[in-house]
């Protein structure tokens, strides 16, 4: 698995996952984090998607999957942007 260095080439499709979950599609976002299952982040993504879907266990597998934990009292739109800053910089 790729580290949080997520290359240049993937995060333009890894920010768009983020901006269409944040926008309320998770479907797609969900389609474009499982394009990149090797990538941390995507991972995290797709964790993140699978809250919104309301499926915790599944969630919860995505976010071992990256070395994070589900913290029920962050929103998914709070994490969402997280994850913007850190594809950001």
């Not at 993937?10 to 990538?39: R, S, T």
């Amino acid at each position: 698995m790729k580290s949080r260095d997520t290359s240049s080439t993937l995060a333009p499709a890894l920010l768009e996952a983020v901006d269409l979950a944040l926008g309320g599609d998770w479907q797609a976002a969900h389609v474009i984090a499982q394009e990149h299952e090797d990538d941390e982040i995507a991972n995290w993504i797709h964790a993140v998607v699978h809250r919104m879907e309301g499926d915790r266990g599944n969630a919860r597998y995505w976010y071992g999957r990256c070395g994070r934990k589900l913290r029920e009292k962050t929103s998914t739109g709070a994490e969402l942007r997280e994850i913007r800053a850190v594809l950001t910089g």
